[in-house]
């Protein structure tokens, strides 16, 4: 077993030892402008962290993530829920949320900036929820149309409490597909908070990232996405991994 994880840690580790090296030689070939080099990138973190906007910057995007998104995973959990239980409901909402996943993300930030205006909170969050509640409402959905109805029959002949059926029938299928929509939701709902930063607001990692792109500081661009990706990297293999990892212990122990 420890053989195994040593292997698999070795062989990422080249992976991302060949990408430096790549970097490094088609750095050589043309000026920081156009592609800083790793070190260039190195120094240009060391900058941003030591101003203190490294860290301002990343908590302001990731308390706007966290909202947006926390509002999309409730709001999915209960629409979802809504509409297993009311067919009607179903022929009326489906449609419509099908017509929210479709609408290019663009489109909902310039109806986020008329709306709420530039530099609020509001818009960056609005848009985090619009891109990722389809997102978290498909998952679930998909969880509770896979529940066993005969398990459930079979919990109402035995008189079970709401409660026992709820964690003993619905959520050993449910909880998979939450995971699942908060994996592929977090990442969706970060890169769209960037984006709205990015557009129309005057914080948070897009902003800087804008600011960096407008006084052509490539390093800084470079070193915003090396940042972007290790918070993906720490939530998709700590937090997340983590929480797949219990789910799964809990599910094969129902």
């Not at 077993?1 to 060949?18: D, E, H, Q, V």
């Not at 609408?103 to 619009?130: E, N």
């Not at 959520?171 to 998979?176: A, F, G, I, T, Y």
Request: charged share 10%; glycine share 6%; aromatic share 14%.
């Amino acid at each position: 077993m420890r053989n195994s994880i040593f292997t698999k840690a070795a062989i990422s580790a080249a992976g991302i030892l060949a990408v430096l090296a790549l970097w490094q030689a088609l750095a050589a070939k043309y000026p920081p402008l156009i592609l800083p080099s790793p070190v260039e990138t190195l120094e240009a973190l060391v900058e941003l962290w030591q101003s203190g906007r490294l860290w301002a910057n990343s908590l302001i995007t990731f308390q706007r993530t966290l909202a947006g998104f926390g509002l999309a995973f409730l709001a999915g959990i209960a629409v979802a829920l809504t509409l297993h239980a009311f067919s009607f409901c179903r022929w009326m909402l489906q449609p419509l949320i099908t017509i929210v996943q479709i609408i290019p993300p663009v489109v909902w930030i310039i109806l986020a900036v008329i709306w709420f205006g530039v530099a609020k909170d509001t818009t960056v969050i609005f848009l985090v929820f619009v891109v990722t509640f389809p997102v978290v409402f498909i998952n679930v959905f998909s969880g509770f149309g896979g529940i066993d109805a005969k398990l459930v029959e079979m919990a109402e002949v035995y008189r079970c409490s709401p409660a026992q059926v709820i964690i003993h029938v619905y959520l050993p299928s449910l909880l998979p597909h939450l995971v699942s929509a908060a994996s592929v939701g977090l990442a969706f709902a970060w890169k769209s908070a960037v984006f709205a930063e990015f557009i129309g607001s005057s914080s948070g990692v897009g902003f800087a990232l804008s600011m960096a792109y407008s006084n052509l500081e490539t390093e800084k661009v470079f070193a915003w996405t090396v940042i972007l990706i290790v918070v993906m990297f720490a939530f998709e293999y700590g937090v997340l991994g983590a929480a797949k990892r219990r789910a799964t212990r809990w599910v094969h122990h129902e």
